[in-house]
């Protein structure tokens, strides 16, 4: 089955700065790989997703890059600011490929901290 | 829509106890997932259906745990007897799942404490 690794599991970084966050996947049939931002008690939200026939996706000051080749896909934000400061999970799905129902398999999750 | 619904928010009961979670998903979507996040093991998948029929149940612990979807309006997922280490925080998530994957909305959550 799939398997989704993320790294880092913690990343700090000043305000302004630029934080990347990046996963790879197993299963090569997957074909769609979003990221969630989950801030303190609260639930997790898409932040952004990309689908495996676009090589990279932005929106404001987050951008993500698939490489279906090496399998591996990479959350990118710039300009960070202190309310960037949460849980990002990555995760990757076969939609109904396969078998699949669309089941999510997520990254164990990157704790990003933004000082100010 | 309100978007995904979960009851209760907060459930605390002693260790024994019978703990019944609930899920509205969003109208509309034909695929509902349970999951569990602890600090420890992350965010896990307990199961999910597909137009109410339980596709992968293989992430549910052992047979203490128990979910049905009995129209595509409602779920439960139920633990009996419940134990200590069964204390997470539980999602409820839908999405209308095509062959190119799409998004799963997650409800509150309900924070389960065993005591």
């Known amino acids: 089955g799939e398997n989704v690794e993320q790294h880092p599991s913690t990343l700090s970084v000043q305000e302004g700065d630029s934080a990347v966050i990046k996963c790879t996947y197993s299963?090569?049939?997957?074909?769609?790989f979003p990221w969630y931002k989950q801030e303190l008690g609260k639930r997790p939200q898409l932040i952004i997703d990309?689908?495996?026939?676009?090589g990279e996706k932005k929106d404001q000051r987050i951008a993500v890059t698939l490489n279906k080749t090496a399998k591996h896909f990479s959350l990118h934000i710039t300009e960070t600011q202190p309310e960037d400061s949460a849980v990002y999970f990555c995760?990757?799905?076969?939609?109904?490929?396969?078998?699949?129902?669309?089941?999510?398999?997520f990254g164990k999750g990157t704790k990003l901290s933004v000082k100010p | 829509d309100a978007g995904v619904i979960q009851s209760p928010r907060h459930e605390v009961t002693e260790m024994g106890q019978e703990v019944t979670l609930r899920c509205k998903p969003i109208?509309?979507?034909?695929?509902l997932f349970w999951y569990r996040q602890t600090m420890m093991r992350g965010l896990e998948l307990l199961i999910y259906?597909?137009?109410?029929?339980?596709?992968?149940d293989s992430g549910m612990p052992e047979d203490r745990f128990s979910a049905k979807m009995p129209n595509a309006s409602f779920s439960t997922l139920k633990i009996q007897p419940s134990e200590p280490r069964d204390s997470a925080v539980y999602f409820c998530?839908?999405?209308?799942?095509?062959?190119?994957?799409?998004?799963?909305?997650f409800g509150p959550g309900t924070r389960l404490t065993v005591l």
């Open positions: 998530a839908s999405s209308f799942t095509t062959s190119g994957g799409n998004e799963q909305f």
């Open positions: 299963d090569s049939a997957s074909n769609y």
């Open positions: 990309i689908r495996s026939n676009v």
């Open positions: 995760a990757a799905s076969l939609g109904s490929l396969g078998g699949s129902q669309g089941n999510l398999i």
């Open positions: 109208s509309g979507h034909n695929s």
């Open positions: 259906f597909n137009n109410n029929v339980p596709i992968d």
